[in-house]
């Protein structure tokens, strides 16, 4: 199902009153890992666009990173089964593809974990602009427009000699 988003809707901050089912669904979708970089939740991420509960369905949008995306199925489906293991009732998650997803939706948190394991994460010049995450140089050079997956470029640190993906800046 392809939908329009009229509104988005964020993780509740801590402290801030949610209803308990939207409340619910967002603690579950924070333990639905992204297939292809496995450190990253799919809120870490930011393709969750808003998370809806009305007369006794949840309607969750999820924007995937790329039309194209070959996770998109996946993720999906990790979706409806964290929000099943919760038992919120009826479940619908909707494609949501404007606007399109920007690696500007990255959380902090997410951009810190891409870090830790070793991917850079996207900055607003990712071209002219990339930190190697193990040393911080940025004598880097790239060996390839494409790393381990189409939304990550392949580089190597001219210091420390060691190969990194890159976050490609969407």
């Not at 293991?85 to 998650?93: A, C, I, K, P």
């Not at 070793?118 to 494409?146: K, L, Q, W, Y």
């Amino acid at each position: 199902m392809v939908t329009e988003v009229t509104e988005t809707l964020a993780a509740p901050v801590r402290g801030q009153a949610a209803g308990p089912p939207e409340e619910r669904a967002w603690r579950a979708l924070c333990s639905v890992m992204d297939p292809e970089l496995p450190v990253l939740s799919v809120v870490d991420l930011g393709i969750v666009r808003y998370v809806r509960f009305a007369g006794g369905c949840l309607r969750v949008g999820i924007t995937p990173t790329y039309s194209g995306c070959p996770a998109t199925e996946v993720i999906q489906r990790s979706v409806r089964e964290a929000l099943a293991r919760e038992e919120l009732g009826e479940v619908t998650v909707e494609t949501v593809l404007s606007p399109p997803w920007t690696s500007e939706w990255l959380s902090e948190e997410g951009r810190r974990k891409l870090q830790a394991f070793g991917i850079a994460a996207p900055t607003a010049r990712a071209s002219c602009n990339v930190t190697c995450p193990r040393c911080c140089s940025h004598d880097v050079e790239r060996v390839s427009e494409f790393g381990s997956t189409p939304c990550k470029a392949h580089y190597r640190c001219s210091d420390c000699l060691e190969p990194f993906d890159v976050f490609k800046c969407i």
